[in-house]
């Protein structure tokens, strides 16, 4: 349950917390100081389609957990996630506007773009919201069309340089390193054996865009330290592998890491995955993909 202090809120997905995100809360953050109310995002999860069209192909460039996350780093006090249901769907846009912006929240000024629709079958606009807002006390403003299409066309082009394996170009949008979160599980250790263990990471939101299979350089902070090091995903064809895995090879790491919750953090794609003839050629290809990552690495503490 949310404090009853008074609100500067916005709404939306916020998917990536990409930097045309960034700049609209840090806008909402700014308003609430200036006027001593708290910074509040409610955002909705699962997302829509999941609910409303079953569709379970969509991918988010965030949990619903990093993006909580995120959005507090740059300051948002508080973090309303509301479950996305077909009751939810179906509430009015008087009962939403009434009963959890005013309500629940207090909210006391909304920063809305002019394309946000909500309601039943998201049937009022900004100008309902305007209205609603002279009869509720409270006040709108709105986010202009170029920050809009600013944050749409990150979003897009953020999915498709994933896609392909584009991280640094990615990264270039989010204002951050694209990043995964997972737990440490058991493989098959086959790295061992040619002196290139692994650490397998287990994603378990099913909904989480991982980049095109290949081969990365990463990094993670392990017992507060930076550890960089080299992730596969794919299928390891060399060894006939027939399920996808994301595997990590940290460099100057050996600890024993199970179970431990790990974000690991995308610098760069070195390579597609390929099917070497055997693992004397696989383990040659791994110590030259090591130089090249040790040379980026270098490069980046210079």
Known sequence: MTNNSPKVTTIGTFDGVHIGHQKIIKRVVKLAEKQGYVPVV????????????????????NTIEERVALLKALGIKEVIVKEFTKEFANLSAEDYVQ????????????????????GKNR?????????????????VEEITAQDIEDVTISSTK????????????????????FFITGIVVKGKELGRTIDFPTANIAVTATYKLIPSDGVYIVKSVID????????????????????????????NFNKDIYDAELRIEFLK?????????????LKNQLKNDMISASAYINSLNE
């Not at 005013?102 to 002019?114: F, M, P, R, S």
């Not at 953020?158 to 390193?177: P, W």
């Open 123 to 139: 049937s009022a606009n900004i100008n309902n919201l305007k209205v609603f807002a002279n009869q509720l006390d409270f006040k």
């Open 158 to 177: 953020i999915r498709t340089a994933l896609n392909k394996g584009e991280v640094d170009l990615a990264n270039s949008y989010l204002g951050y390193n």
């Open 99 to 118: 009963r959890i912006l005013v309500d629940e929240l207090n909210t006391k000024q909304i920063v809305i773009g002019y394309d946000h629709h909500f």
């Open 224 to 251: 507060s330290q930076i550890i960089y090091g080299m992730m596969n995903i794919g299928s390891n064809p060399t060894v006939d592998g027939k399920s996808h895995s994301i595997e990590v090879h940290f460099f």
């Open 269 to 281: 794609r070195l390579r597609s995955e390929q099917k070497f003839e055997n693992l004397e050629a």
């Open 42 to 61: 409610l955002t909705l999860f699962p997302h829509p389609r999941m609910v409303l069209q079953k569709d379970d192909s969509i991918r988010l460039l």
